[in-house]
Every structure is written in structure tokens, then in C-alpha cells.
């Protein structure tokens, strides 16, 4: 086996995030200790960029007014090497000082009129100047000769956002050289030329990845790394312009700056922001990410302490993903000490356990489909409800029903298809020729897809098509020719009832719609697209809106209980596989309602299509995050207990054990009999069945990974 690298070794991170005044007050004696207590084999530390922590010889780079005499740089970057740990240098590089600003204003993102974008008391650098091509080239170059770290690492690369169109000289240049147009007079997605803009601002941040990398390995070595943070949310990270997909195929390593769940994703976001990088860098690329222990929600505060529960079920999930922990600190003294202790147990159980959460792919056969191009050009301005909503939507139905799913991009497709059985593409409106061909490609070998909304409607640009391809492979007629961008919202208004509205049961024994015996109808209150089919089965239509209020009102007229338009369409593809497709856009709305009704129906339209193909069963009350993996001649699942935990706002106070569950794991190719419990401690028998190894477990605390072998 080939030696392996520092940055496939390095497994836990601390980050002291300094502030200015840390060069006075830093103790860094403390910092030493608490990465001794607390198993920490690498630190991320502040170099320069927004403030300088060294003394540098560039005289317009900002110094901590703080700084004096001290190198703060040189003093964690010793200290870190005399315990043998690894160094990342953090820089900060897209604003800098209004004096900066007068010395060369044409580094300095501008806007129409001239004016230099501002934000936070500072100047926003252009990505395409001489800011990002030569001088911070030479700041990488002294930090790297002079403190030797083992990579550098920057969290606001990125530039300004797509709604910061930069009009220096130098991108009124650059753009019209590589596109032969002239910039996009506004932000306007009905211009074909910003939508050009979007995709050159992606390359753009490209060209710099590659350039700050190349600067990297020049300066520090073949296994020195620069590395940008990342977000790791599909359908958020086009604001930041800048291309996931390619940044994980161009990184053996990734820094995810995704510090806590939000109000929309809850706590499972972090296992699949795991799933996702991993299906993007390698399965055994190591992805740590930045765990704040600050409060943030609906007010952040900096420097106070977040709940250690909140902060421990975050770092679960990540570590269920395969995320490795980063533990973020701001500032380097703390009067709220309480922060220290949030990891001390998760971390100690991480080092005795780097065994079962390294090296190992997942065992999932449902795909679930996810494209920037989607959320850029059919997104658009909107992209939360008509990307993130119905993407959320399915990834809490399948968490809730303990279904693996593995997150991966329209253009890897193929890549993946020969392990999956079924596909899910929700609302993924803009498609390329490329990536429904692989879709079709799919389809014909046997799998089943379930799809939903104007998924394939428009092209890769987000115009509308002239045909549908998906539609018409599934005998599928469409009456609307483009996308309903509009989509109503709730409201809590009685006397506003236009979502008021059902779907009617049309075939109560089929598999979908289970458990709905004695319901004629279901809640619905969304958006539908009118389709036809002679091929695929109705199995629910639309009833229209009619008066919630007064209860006297409150009745379906005779004449429209049934409009008779399908809202729930599923059958046979005629190549071996199953289609579902929701009309309505059920997805969507399981997000913003919550409704256990569109969540049961998302789920057994999934089970439907894999028609008895499931990997892993686990039957047993609570909200559990289940992720299943195979490492050689072994299986691992990691179950996290999200039960009660996702309230919002709010943090998580306290956690209660779950379960009885029976598990199961689909396998043959060898014997089991005792299964561990990485984390309560023993084992506890497994017998086969079948093709399936089962066991059970009494009870599930705070989170479990079962090693069965």
C-alpha cells in the first residue's frame, strides 16, 4: 500500500478563528492543551488576507493593530509542529481596506456606476484582477516559504455574489475576450447574457482554484494543498458562484464550511452534506467541516456558547455522513468556557473509532438527482421554493422512512447507475440532452425512476424545450408547455382557500397509496401540471379549491368534486422498471407543511419503484438517520436519533430514547453472528434469514454505530 498522505490521515481539526485583538490576549499554552485533551491531529489558523497575523512585508495587507512585535502565525505554527500536528494557514481574501482600495483601484469589484462594492466596512476584490493573479499569489508564496504549513485554506474566496455584476475594466475585457459579448447591463434572468455570466463566473473561480494550487505545490511542495471552503447544500451554493461538482472532482481533500443545521434542512443535512462530497471527492477523501460552537439561529451570537446537545447531534450527523470534525472557535479567549466541552466526548469517541468511519462506501440503491444548473437557471431568484423545497422534501420522506439514499449530481448519472435501482429527480426542470439521455439510458437497463413537477421541461439554460423527452419515454402527454414558476405560498387566512384543495383517490389497493383505506381523499394545497396518460395508471386526481370558512360553506360542490386531472400517475416503464410521477407537486409542499400524509405517499412511491429491492429494513418507533455502508467484509450502520430534535427555532435541550427496532441488512456474501455497538459498548446477536442478516436492538439514546462482521 502506497504511503499515505497527510491529508488522508489528518481526521480531527481545530480552528481558532482569531479575532484582532487575540494578538495581545492569545494564551497559546491553552490552545496546546485542549488539542492535547481533545485528539486533535491538524489546526486551521489565521494567516493573512482581511487582517494579518505575521509580520508581512506587503505593506498594504492589514495588520492587527494588536499585532506589535508578536507573530501569532509563527507561534501556533510551532507549537502545532513541536506536538507533531498538521497546519493549515487560513486566509480570508476577498475584501481589503479602503486605503488598499485608493493604492490600486483597479483590483476592486465595481458596480455600474464605478463605485467599489462595499460590505462590512470593507471593499469587495475582483476575481479576475491583478488582486487574485498576482498579488495574493505572492502572499501564498511568503506564507509558504516562511511558516512551511501543510496547506492553505480561504473562506471567502469566492468573490461577490451573482448579484454583484463586476464592471472593472479587466472584467468588461475578460468577459467580452472568452464570450465575445458585452457584461449583462443588471442581474436579469430573462438576459440569455447574464445567464452566459453565471457560467463564465463559475470558470472564473475555477481558474483561480487552479492557479492558487499550482502556487501551492510550487512553494510548498508536490502534497501542499489550497483549498477554498465550501458549502455543501446543492440548491444554496450557486449564490457563491462557484461550481461544487468541479471543485470536488479537482479535491483530494475538502473544507465544508456548513456550520449548523438550518431552519429549512434540519440535522440530517449534515450526513447527507457528507454523502454528497464524498460522491463528488472520493469515498475516501477526508472532509472535514467547520462545527461552529457558537450560537447561531434566529440571532447569532459569537461569543456565547451553543447548546452542547445541538452542537453533539450536529457533529453525529456529520460523522453518520462521513464528515470530519472541525471544531470552530472564535476568538482565542473564551468567557463562555462552556464551548470547550461540546466535543470532548464525541471527539475521544471519534479517535477510538477512526476504524469504522474511514475507507467505506455506502450501500444504497436509490439516487437522488441533483443539478447547480437546475437551481441557477430554473431556480433562479427563487430557489428555495422551487429547488431547495421539493429537494427537502424527499430527503426528510426518506429519512423518516430509513430509506439510504445517495445524493449525486445529473451529470454522474452514469456513474452511478449500475448500483442503483431507482432514481429520484425532484423538480430538476433544467436538464442537458447529455443528462436525460442518461436518464433514458437507465430506464432502459431495467431501473425505475420517480420524478416529479417540470423535471426535464427546460434545457440547460433554463429555456423551454420544444418536446419533453422524459415525458414521452413514460407515455406521459403534458398540456403546459412551461414550468409553473409561480407557486402559491400557504396562508393562514380562512378566508383565502385558493390551496384549499385535495387529491380523490382513484386506486385505493394500489401499493402508493397503503394505509389509506378508508380515505376517499387527501390533503393536497399545491401546484399541479396537467398531463395525460393512456399508458400509466391514475391513481389520485385533483379536486378543486372550495371555502374553508364559514363551516357552513365548507362543502365540494357536486358538480366538482373530481376535476378528473391526474395528480399521481404510476405504472410499468415496459423495460423492466417502475415510473411514478407526481403532477402535483407533493414534494414541496411535505416541506413547507410537514404533513405525514405527503410524506407516507413520497415514501411508498420509492418502495413501489424498488419493488421489494430494499437494502436495509429497521422497524421501530422514532425519527432515526440511518446510513449503511460496506467496508470490505464488513457491514456499518450508523444510526442517528433525530427524534424531537428538529424543532426551529429553537436548539435541542434534551434527547430520549427510542426504539425497540429490528434491523436488517441485505447480504450474502458471508457469515455474521454477533453484531458490536461502537458506541453503548457489547454485541448483540445477528441470525440469517434469507438474504438477510437480522438483529435487534432494545433502544437507541443519542446515536449508534452498529459493525456487523
Known amino acids: 500500500m502506497a504511503e499515505q498522505k497527510w491529508y488522508e490521515t489528518t481526521h480531527r481539526w481545530c480552528q481558532t478563528n482569531l ?32 487582517v494579518a497575523y505575521y509580520p508581512s512585508r506587503f505593506p498594504l495587507q492589514y495588520r492587527s493593530r494588536y499585532l506589535k512585535d508578536r507573530d501569532l502565525l509563527r507561534e501556533f505554527t510551532d507549537a502545532a509542529r513541536e506536538m507533531g500536528l498538521r497546519v493549515v494557514a487560513r486566509m480570508d481574501i476577498n475584501r481589503a481596506t479602503k486605503e488598499f482600495v485608493d493604492a490600486r483601484p483597479d483590483w476592486f469589484a465595481r458596480d455600474r456606476s464605478g463605485a467599489p462594492y462595499a460590505a462590512g466596512g470593507r471593499f469587495l476584490s475582483c476575481v479576475n484582477s491583478g488582486y487574485y493573479t498576482e498579488y495574493i499569489p505572492q502572499l501564498l508564496e511568503e506564507i509558504l516559504t516562511t511558516y512551511h504549513p501543510d496547506g492553505i485554506t480561504d473562506n471567502s474566496w469566492q468573490g461577490p455574489s451573482a448579484k454583484q455584476i463586476c464592471y472593472c475594466d479587466t472584467c ?49 511542495g508536490e502534497d501542499c494543498l489550497w483549498m477554498g471552503m465550501v458549502n455543501a447544500n446543492p440548491v444554496s451554493a450557486h449564490c457563491a458562484l462557484y461550481d461544487l461538482k468541479e471543485i470536488g472532482e479537482r479535491s483530494p481533500m475538502l473544507f465544508t464550511d456548513h456550520q449548523s443545521r438550518d431552519e429549512l434542512n434540519g440535522f440530517e443535512q ?22 461552529a460552537n457558537y450560537v447561531r439561529g434566529v440571532q447569532t451570537f459569537r461569543r456565547a456558547c451553543t447548546p452542547k446537545l445541538e452542537m453533539r447531534k450536529w457533529m453525529q450527523e456529520g460523522m453518520a455522513g462521513g464528515i470530519s470534525p472541525w471544531m470552530h472557535f472564535i476568538g482565542a479567549r473564551q468567557e463562555d468556557r462552556r464551548q ?21 462506501t455506502p450501500v444504497a ?30 430527503t426528510r420522506a426518506l429519512t423518516r422512512a430509513r430509506i439510504p439514499a445517495l445524493p449525486l449530481h445529473a451529470d454522474h448519472i452514469a456513474r452511478y447507475a449500475p448500483g442503483l435501482a431507482v432514481l429520484i429527480l425532484p423538480e430538476l426542470a433544467a436538464m442537458s440532452d447529455e443528462q ?21 421541461m427546460l434545457d440547460e439554460w433554463g429555456e423551454a424545450r420544444s418536446r419533453f423527452p422524459l415525458d414521452e419515454l413514460f407515455g406521459i402527454r403534458r398540456r403546459d408547455a412551461a414550468p409553473l414558476r409561480e407557486q402559491r405560498r400557504a396562508c393562514e387566512s380562512w378566508e383565502q382557500y385558493a390551496l384549499h384543495t385535495y387529491l380523490r383517490i382513484q386506486a385505493p389497493d394500489h401499493p402508493i397509496l397503503r394505509g389509506f383505506a378508508d380515505a376517499d381523499i387527501l390533503p393536497f394545497g399545491g401546484e399541479f401540471y396537467e398531463v395525460a396518460s393512456d ?76 419493488a421489494g429491492q430494499e437494502t436495509l429494513r429497521v422497524q421501530g418507533k422514532g425519527y432515526v438517520d440511518c446510513r449503511l ?37 441485505r447480504a450474502q456474501e458471508f457469515p455474521v453472528a454477533r453484531a458490536q455497538l461502537r458506541v453503548r459498548g457489547g454485541s448483540v446477536p445477528v441470525r440469517r434469514e434469507g438474504n438477510w442478516f437480522v438483529l435487534a436492538l432494545d433502544r437507541l439514546e443519542s446515536h449508534e454505530l452498529i459493525v456487523l462482521e
Not at 499554552?29 to 494567516?47: D, L, M, P, S, T
Not at 444548473?373 to 427537502?392: H, I, K, M
Not at 372550495?546 to 378528473?564: K, Q
Open 19 to 50: 479575532t484582532e485583538i487575540d494578538a495581545e490576549v492569545c494564551d497559546i499554552e491553552f490552545w496546546k492543551q485542549y488539542w492535547r485533551q481533545n485528539h486533535i491531529q491538524g489546526i486551521i489558523v489565521n494567516a493573512g488576507g482581511i
Open 172 to 220: 468588461r475585457e475578460k468577459f467580452r475576450r472568452d464570450t465575445g459579448l458585452d457584461l449583462p447591463q443588471a442581474p436579469d434572468w430573462g438576459d440569455k447574457t447574464y445567464k452566459v455570466w453565471i457560467e463564465w463566473s463559475f470558470r472564473s473561480r475555477l481558474e483561480n482554484w487552479e492557479r492558487f494550487n499550482a502556487v501551492a505545490r510550487e512553494f510548498g
Open 270 to 291: 449534515n450526513s447527507l452534506n457528507g454523502m454528497l462530497l464524498h460522491s463528488l471527492a472520493g469515498w475516501d477523501a477526508v472532509i472535514p467541516e467547520s462545527m
Open 340 to 360: 470547550f466541552e461540546n466535543g470532548r466526548p464525541l471527539l475521544d469517541w471519534h479517535s477510538r473509532n477512526e476504524d469504522a468511519l474511514y475507507h467505506r
Open 365 to 394: 440503491n436509490v439516487g437522488l438527482v441533483w443539478s447547480q444548473r437546475n437551481v441557477s437557471f430554473y431556480g433562479q431568484d427563487e430557489s428555495r421554493t422551487l429547488c431547495a423545497e421539493p429537494w427537502r422534501g424527499f
Open 436 to 456: 436525460i439521455r442518461m436518464v433514458e439510458d437507465f430506464v432502459r437497463r431495467g431501473g425505475s425512476v420517480v420524478y416529479t413537477g417540470a423535471t426535464g
Open 535 to 610: 399508458r400509466l395508471k391514475t391513481l389520485a386526481t385533483f379536486v378543486p379549491a372550495f371555502p374553508i370558512y364559514p363551516p357552513e360553506t365548507s362543502f365540494m360542490d357536486p358538480e366538482r368534486m373530481d376535476s378528473g386531472r391526474p395528480l399521481i400517475l404510476a405504472g410499468e416503464t415496459g423495460f423492466g422498471g417502475r415510473v411514478v410521477y407526481f403532477a402535483g407537486d407533493i414534494d414541496r409542499r411535505y416541506c413547507q407543511y410537514n404533513l405525514g400524509d405527503h410524506g407516507d405517499l413520497l415514501e411508498q412511491a420509492v418502495r413501489f419503484a424498488l
Open 629 to 665: 455502508y460496506r467496508q470490505a467484509d464488513r457491514f456499518l450502520l450508523h444510526m442517528v436519533n433525530l427524534s424531537g430534535a428538529n424543532r426551529n427555532p429553537g436548539f435541542l435541550e434534551e434527547e430520549y430514547e427510542v426504539g425497540p427496532f429490528e434491523i436488517a441488512v
